[in-house]
């Protein structure tokens, strides 16, 4: 599969590589960014060089799909945001994504999921868009509702970070519904 390269109008959503590890390590190394990610937070950049490697095999395996959202005005990274657990039989995946502190309330993340939900739902003819979130992460879940999904319930237990379990709550956006907020 060719690596599908996104745009808006301040974004470009591209392969993430192993010259991004420096970026990717500084974004993941952050307490405050990895609070909620389901996993602890980086102490080394081999870490994101491992993470790299997982998302380049996710996607020669077809699943999952992973870009580095990178700034037109600087060519910066700033973070990332991508399809885990993609089943293109069963027509679904679950959104995923992370920002740099420095760019959070500025309307990067929603410009991001709002085009990687336009390509799963046009270009991978995707049916279903799940998403799996801390319920403490109130700036994820009102952006997830914003654009559309709707709670579904929560996953009690489900996530293992930092010696602990967590709950999550469980989002989705289907298809029709995602189409009916196009018009």
Not at 6 to 12: D, F, N, P, S
Not at 52 to 73: A, P, T
Not at 127 to 146: D, H, Q, T
Request: hydrophobic residues 40%; proline residues 3%.
């Amino acid at each position: 599969m060719t690596f599908p390269i996104l745009e808006t109008k301040r974004l470009k959503l591209i392969e993430i590589t192993h010259q991004h590890v420096e970026y990717l390590y500084e974004i993941l190394s952050l307490e405050e960014v990895t609070r909620f990610y389901g996993t602890n937070r980086f102490t080394l950049p081999v870490e994101a060089s491992r993470l790299i490697d997982m998302f380049h095999r996710n996607l020669l395996d077809k699943r999952g799909i992973r870009w580095g959202i990178k700034l037109k005005e600087n060519q910066r990274i700033i973070g990332t945001v991508g399809l885990n657990g993609l089943q293109l039989l069963n027509k679904r995946a679950e959104i995923g994504y992370e920002l740099h502190p420095a760019y959070w309330r500025k309307g990067f993340g929603e410009e991001a999921i709002k085009e990687v939900l336009r390509f799963s739902f046009n270009q991978l003819d995707l049916f279903r868009i799940g998403a799996v979130v801390y319920p403490e992460n109130k700036a994820s879940i009102n952006l997830l509702l914003k654009l559309g999904f709707t709670k579904e319930g929560l996953l009690r237990g489900y996530i293992h970070q930092n010696e602990q379990f967590h709950d999550t709550y469980v989002l989705s956006l289907l298809k029709p519904e995602w189409i009916k907020s196009q018009v």
